[in-house]
């Protein structure tokens, strides 16, 4: 029986790497062309647009009570509407919880008529812009309020030594 020296070993082992090397590329290559792009826009919406939300339920989402029955009529003064929350939904869509005249806030969507001369027109992350129709420009946009600092953060206790140096030392600062 012939035994095969170190020098053959060697030969085979890199033959099997340089292999199992050529197979891990083309599999890559294979999954990756085979996939779809990442960078591919999401298709268009479809022709069946989903049933419109109750407006309800998205007053209780965005903190809103029982809407009043009543109305009160408005004039084109946004000192009269104040902004609650809004849910942004897609390009053409979405919700706007408003209050006027100090009552209870309202949700309405894009198109709803807010008073007698004005509708909702859009929304975005921040904002509604209100105007005499959907085409028309905006008679004036409703920005929801910044939150103070304080107002962000829950009451906790004050912060410990540890606690600070920790905040600090993630800030950049070299606290002992």
């Known amino acids: 029986m012939k035994t095969l020296s170190f020098g053959t070993w060697w030969l085979r082992i890199a033959t099997f790497l340089l292999a199992a090397l050529a197979a891990a590329s083309a599999a890559y290559w294979v999954l990756k062309w085979s996939a779809p792009a990442a960078s591919v826009p999401p298709a268009a919406p479809s022709v069946n647009a989903p049933s419109p939300a109750d407006p309800q339920l998205v007053a209780r989402l965005l903190g809103g009570g029982q809407v009043a029955s009543a109305t009160a009529v408005v004039d084109r003064t946004a000192s009269r509407f104040k902004l609650s929350g809004v849910v942004a939904s897609g390009a053409n869509g979405g919700y706007a919880l408003i209050a006027t ?72 600062s070299n606290v002992e």
Do not use: C, M, W
């Open 101 to 172: 005249d100090g009552q209870t806030a309202k949700p309405y969507r894009v198109g709803a008529a807010v008073s007698d001369a004005l509708i909702l027109q859009s929304v975005a992350i921040r904002s509604a812009a209100l105007g005499a129709s959907l085409n028309a420009p905006a008679a004036f946009t409703l920005e929801l309020p910044l939150l103070a600092r304080s107002e962000g953060k829950a009451a906790s206790a004050p912060e410990s030594n540890i606690e600070r140096k920790k905040r600090l030392k993630l800030a950049g």
